[in-house]
């Protein structure tokens, strides 16, 4: 569906403001975020049926009846000349509006991303489950299109993706890569992800583990022979854990816990944070690769001791949120105040910057 002049508009000034994201909010001018910061175009504010309008004229049938149904959606968008967008639509008193992220049509480099060269080997494995987990916004599809592109280049393989929305579009290089957007091509991530096992998949990627029946077939397709990666909004590795297992009832528990135990591979938990000159974001992260220690610690339900792993790992090349976000003071990334309001465990952290 083509834009609307007056979006194209929007979206043109968006690419050339180096933003990385636009909200469109009725009684505002149009805002851009650029490195961090929300910055108002120098525009008249919008009408609650300016944002009504141009957020209709974005959505097929289909999207539209599960916006009126959901209250909220995901979409992306794409024209020839601005590149690709991944839309947000919302209600704000009872009005639709819009938050929409610019995204790049280039995968960046491992090193520019800031990902720890542990995530090839994740890519890798032929089978199991890897988690990238975080909150909203802080680059897990970044991550996740990092790791299928590795993948792509790498193996002669079938790799399918079920995502809310599609961000970036692969082209072939050695796999065969199928791209399904929810609300556009499947209707829910666990209806498409059991087809999915029907189709002759080397590559699972899951765009979230939102649900009881995704996450189940998820489980299940890691421990019968394929690599399934997905995302979760989850701060750090032992929440991530504990938060699977909590989505099924009691009954049902111990065997997910058996079937995490024997699939879970690794967890990459990351967050952004602002950088000290205040020109963009740099990646926190958080590295487990699942060992003896890890799998017993699940299977035993000790969650809160997977964090012991991580902290012993260092030799492998583990190691916490904690001591990446001090990485990143020490060498100037970040300012003193992002790493304690960012910090797992302040007091530590003070400790640890005072003592040098």
């Known amino acids: 569906m083509p834009l609307s002049a007056?979006?194209?508009?929007?979206?043109?000034?968006?690419?050339?403001s180096d933003a990385s994201d636009v909200h469109l909010v009725a009684g505002l001018p149009p805002m851009f975020r650029i490195s961090g910061e929300i910055i108002l175009a120098d525009a008249p504010p919008l009408k609650r049926e300016d944002t009504n309008r141009l957020t209709m004229e974005l959505l097929n049938e289909e999207q539209q009846k599960a916006f009126q149904r959901d209250w909220q959606l995901c979409c992306s968008i794409f024209d020839p000349k601005l590149g690709r967008f991944r839309v947000a639509v919302y209600f704000h008193a009872n009005n639709p509006e819009m938050a929409i992220r610019l995204v790049t049509n280039q995968i960046k480099a491992r090193e520019n991303l800031g990902l720890p060269p542990q995530i090839e080997d994740l890519t890798r494995l032929t089978s199991g489950l890897v988690l990238v987990t975080g909150p909203t916004g802080s680059g897990k599809t970044t991550t996740l299109n990092y790791m299928v592109d590795l993948i792509n280049s790498e193996r002669?393989?079938?790799?399918?993706?079920?995502?809310?929305?599609?961000e970036y579009v692969h082209s072939r290089k050695k796999a065969i890569i199928i791209q399904q957007e929810l609300y556009?091509?499947?209707?829910s991530f666990?209806?498409?992800?059991?087809?999915?096992?029907?189709?002759?998949?080397?590559?699972?990627c899951v765009g979230e583990m939102r649900d009881y029946e995704t996450t189940a077939t998820a489980l299940m397709a890691a421990e019968t022979g394929h690599l399934v990666i997905a995302t979760c909004h989850t701060p750090n590795t032992s929440q991530t854990v504990e938060r699977i297992v909590s989505i099924f009832p009691g009954d049902q528990q111990p065997q997910i816990v058996a079937q995490l135990a024997n699939s879970l591979q690794g967890v990459i938990a990351q967050r952004l944070l602002p950088k000290a000159n205040k020109k963009g974001q740099t990646l926190a992260t958080e590295?487990?690769?699942v060992n003896p220690a890890a799998k017993n610690h699940i299977r035993e339900?000790?969650?809160?001791l997977l964090i012991n792993v991580v902290q012993t790992g260092g030799r492998n090349g583990l190691y916490t949120m904690d001591e990446s976000i001090y990485g990143l003071y020490q060498a100037?990334?970040?300012?003193?105040?992002?790493?304690?309001?960012?910090?797992?465990?302040?007091s530590a952290m003070s400790h640890r910057i005072h003592k040098d």
Not at 156 to 166: A, F, G, H, T
Not at 195 to 202: F, G, M, S, T, W
Not at 334 to 345: E, K, Q
């Open 332 to 346: 100037g990334e970040i300012t003193y105040d992002t790493a304690m309001n960012n910090a797992f465990d302040p």
């Open 156 to 166: 002669r393989c079938k790799i399918i993706m079920i995502e809310d929305p599609v």
């Open 287 to 289: 590295l487990l690769i």
């Open 190 to 204: 666990s209806g498409a992800l059991i087809h999915v096992l029907r189709q002759d998949p080397d590559v699972i």
């Open 301 to 304: 339900k000790e969650f809160h």
């Open 6 to 16: 007056e979006l194209y508009a929007i979206l043109s000034l968006a690419r050339r």
């Open 184 to 187: 556009a091509d499947v209707r």
